[in-house]
Nanobody, 125 residues
Framework: QVLLEESGGGLVQAGGSLRLSCAASGGTFSNYAAGWFRQAPGKEREFVAAINWSGHNTYYTDSVQGRFTVSRDRAANTVYLQMNSLKPEDTAVYYC??????????????????WGQGTQVTVSS
């Protein structure tokens, strides 16, 4: 059983930055792909970013490409999401997830095996 705990959310003005962290415990998180999803009020949960097991391959949804960067520290069992140039439409609860496989496509196209509890990101205009 893997436990994922997100942190780093908060309130920021449009154009600002936040860095989310996802710390894993209780399993072999560093051997699997991981990713970030978000859910805005009244909307379905959507994919944001994915990273493969080694950290050398990443993938983003079009709306965050060039503004968000996903990375990981395998030794620390932690995945990060650096969010720059934030927009009000980025407001959502952000969730960390671990895939069942090692490729970033396992995050995008599959059903994550483990989820964190989420962290709120609010971007004011």
């Amino acid at each position: 059983q893997v436990l994922l705990e997100e942190s780093g959310g908060g309130l920021v003005q449009a154009g600002g930055s936040l860095r989310l962290s996802c710390a894993a415990s209780g399993g072999t998180f560093s051997n699997y792909a991981a990713g970030w999803f978000r859910q805005a009020p009244g909307k379905e949960r959507e994919f944001v970013a994915a990273i493969n097991w080694s950290g050398h391959n990443t993938y983003y949804t079009d709306s965050v490409q060039g503004r968000f960067t996903v990375s990981r520290d395998r030794a620390a069992n932690t995945v990060y999401l650096q969010m720059n140039s934030l927009k009000p439409e980025d407001t959502a609860v952000y969730y960390c997830a671990q895939a069942s496989g090692t490729s970033s496509t396992d995050v995008v196209g599959g059903v994550p095996k483990y989820w964190g509890q989420g962290t709120q990101v609010t971007v004011s205009s």
